[in-house]
C-alpha cells in the first residue's frame, strides 16, 4: 500500500445522521452506501459502497434490467428528481415490486 493510501475504499467508516439497521441505506450527500452493521445516530459504523445488494424500492416505480437507479429516503428509484444517483439495476422489478437488486457505482 502506498503511504497515501488510507484504505482500499469499497467500505467507509461514516457517521450516521439517523438510525439504520444493518443492509439499510446510508446516504450523505454524494455517498451512497449499505451499513453493514446495526447504528444509531451519532455512531461511526463500516458502510460499502460497491457491490451488488438487495435493497427497498419504490413500490410504484417499474424498473427494467440495466436501468439507472437512485436512493431517495432510504430506497430505490428511477425518478433523478431529487435523489442521488447510486447505480443500476442487475434485475428487473416491476410496480408493487418491494425489493430490487442493484450494482452500487460510487459516483461524482
Known amino acids: 500500500m502506498a503511504t497515501t493510501e488510507l484504505q482500499a475504499g469499497d467500505i467507509l ?4 445522521t439517523a438510525d439504520v439497521t444493518s ?3 446510508v446516504v450523505q450527500g454524494k455517498i451512497v452506501a449499505v451499513a453493514q452493521t446495526t447504528g444509531l445516530s451519532g455512531e461511526t459504523i463500516a458502510c ?12 410504484a416505480d417499474d424498473i427494467a434490467v440495466g436501468a439507472t437507479i437512485y436512493a431517495k429516503a432510504g430506497e ?4 433523478a428528481s431529487g435523489a442521488i444517483k447510486c447505480g443500476y439495476a442487475v434485475k428487473a ?14 459516483t461524482c
Do not use: F, M, N, Q
Open 76 to 79: 430505490i428509484t428511477s425518478v
Open 93 to 106: 422489478a416491476g410496480a408493487a415490486v418491494l425489493e430490487i437488486d442493484v450494482r452500487l457505482i460510487p
Open 13 to 16: 467508516d461514516l457517521t450516521l
Open 23 to 25: 443492509g439499510g441505506l
Open 48 to 59: 460499502k459502497v460497491v457491490g451488488v445488494h438487495r435493497l427497498p424500492k419504490v413500490s
